[in-house]
């Protein structure tokens, strides 16, 4: 497999989305809610899709920029939705408390159980099941036959000429001659 030196076109757009990357939080906070649209989102797709056959290494590049500016813009939201408390070593770390006030978390009752009520089945046999009394329910005996007809008697009217030709052909075949 030999190794194929980057063109120069390729080296110049590289280094041109390397300046992007390293500005992604200027150009993310510069194009704000922008980048939440639909049409945006649907650009970012169509601009990674066509540059692919075209070279892999740039539509690689571009999909890092790309995701690092969606990365970079939902960071700030939650950075704006949540406090920031400093630590001793100065850093910052968010509270829990923040986090459940800001609505970021729900709240889970301890204990396991739920707060919604359901029936309960009772299986246990009722007294009406347990004694032994039975009740007649008059005659089950009511079956009877139906009215039957032999096979195809409806149609012999209906059709005379078919029924003399299948009974010549039955008698025609009677002695196993065709």
Known sequence: MDIVPPT??????????????????????????????????????ILILAVLPYDKLIALGLFLFIGALYIERHHDTLLSVLEKVPTGDGSLRFPVDAIQDAGAMKVLHKGGHSAESHDTMDFMPKQSAQDNEFEGVGSIDTKHALATEPLGSKSQSLFQEDLRNAEAMQRGNSDGAA
């Open 8 to 45: 120069a076109l390729q080296i110049a757009a590289l280094v041109i989305l390397f300046i992007g990357f390293l500005c992604v939080p200027a150009i993310a906070k510069a194009m704000g809610p922008t980048l939440d649209s639909l049409p945006m989102r649907f650009a970012a797709v």
